[in-house]
T-cell receptor
């Protein structure tokens, strides 16, 4: 079975703090893809990153970084020096053949509130 | 063109109405999806079209009827909806298989009264 768990329902931080959003996944496929999306209050889903199961390299993009560890089935997302504009719901998602033919399977999301 | 365009952005309909949601993309993607998202919940997969053929129906009630007239267009026909069907309906497209890059539309916010 495919499953994505985001244990943190809501996180509140003060601007300039670092924050890590956790994502743990389950899949029996050996080939799979992991994603992070941002959903601001306006509703659109904004793509942040995609990793495939064969590439465990961590990635940094500006204030964003991702830590992919197959050994713990985790794909965590860190925002450094958070800003108010980072306030949104963040979804981790899994795509694999045995899950509806590579359709995205989303975690429940983490709502991040950054206050000034 | 790297966008998925959904129309209308907002829709209010009565329980006896028939309406359609439209989705269009011109990225050459051959897989298109409908997702439903209730407030404070993640998007839930409804339908998958691959090469204009319905490949996955996630046990969606028949009052939702998808249609893919061509490789660029995806419709969702609505009939006899219930108030609990009120939600944000998201369309997405991707290259079929292999977890290709997904592009989401901005959604249609549907209210059933």
């Amino acid at each position: 079975a495919q499953k994505v768990t985001q244990a943190q329902t809501e996180i509140s931080v003060v601007e300039k703090e670092d924050v890590t959003l956790d994502c743990v996944y389950e899949t029996r496929d050996t080939t799979y893809y992991l994603f992070w999306y941002k959903q601001p209050p306006s509703g659109e889903l904004v793509f942040l990153i995609r990793r495939n199961s064969f590439d465990e390299q961590n990635e940094i993009s500006g204030r964003y970084s991702w830590n992919f560890q197959k050994s713990t089935s985790s794909f965590n997302f860190t925002i450094t020096a958070s800003q108010v504009v980072d306030s949104a719901v963040y979804f981790c998602a899994l795509s694999a053949l045995s899950n509806s033919g590579y359709a995205l399977n989303f975690g429940k999301g983490t709502s991040l509130l950054v206050t000034p | 063109d790297t966008e998925v365009t959904q129309t209308p952005k907002h829709l209010v309909m009565g329980m006896t109405n028939k309406k359609s949601l439209k989705c269009e993309q011109h990225m050459g993607h051959r897989a298109m999806y409908w997702y439903k998202q209730k407030a404070k919940k993640p998007p839930e997969l409804m339908f998958v079209y691959s090469y204009e053929k319905l490949s996955i129906n996630e046990s969606v009630p028949s009052r939702f009827s998808p249609e893919c007239p061509n490789s660029s267009l995806l419709n969702l026909h609505l009939h006899a909806l219930q108030p609990e069907d009120s939600a944000l309906y998201l369309c997405a497209s991707s290259s079929p298989g292999r977890g290709g890059g997904y592009t989401f539309g901005s959604g249609t916010r549907l209210t059933v009264v």
